[in-house]
């Protein structure tokens, strides 16, 4: 059975940082590319960014660029998600999914950023 538990949401003020951790059981973690979405009220669910099984390559959406960082350690089976500069508009419900077609998602961890 498959399982990725995120972690580490929670209530930020615009300009703070916050880092996501997904851990993952059930799957090979080192063969398997990983993906972060996001999903805001009222919106369609955003591809954040994503990352190559043995962690070479990155992509990220052009609206978190230069900003939020994917990192792996297939030693702890764990994808992150370091989000820095966090912007009211990056509140959102934060999804980690593994797999070549994105097939397994977690249950998600929430990121509110307000003052």
């Known amino acids: 059975q498959v399982q990725l538990v995120e972690s580490g949401g929670g209530l930020v003020q615009p300009g703070g940082s916050l880092r996501l951790s997904c851990v993952a059981s059930?799957?090979?973690?080192?063969?398997?590319?990983m993906a972060w979405y996001r999903q805001a009220p009222g919106k369609q669910r955003e591809l954040v960014a994503s990352?190559?099984?043995?962690?070479?390559?990155?992509n990220y959406a052009d609206s978190v660029k230069g900003r939020f960082t994917i990192s792996r350690d297939n030693a702890k089976n764990t994808v992150y998600l370091q989000m820095n500069s966090l912007k009211p508009e990056d509140t959102a419900v934060y999804y980690c999914c593994a797999g070549p077609s994105h097939r397994y998602w977690g249950q998600g961890t929430q990121v509110t950023v307000s003052s």
């Open positions: 059930g799957i090979i973690f080192s063969r398997n590319p």
């Open positions: 990352i190559t099984s043995g962690g070479v390559s990155t």
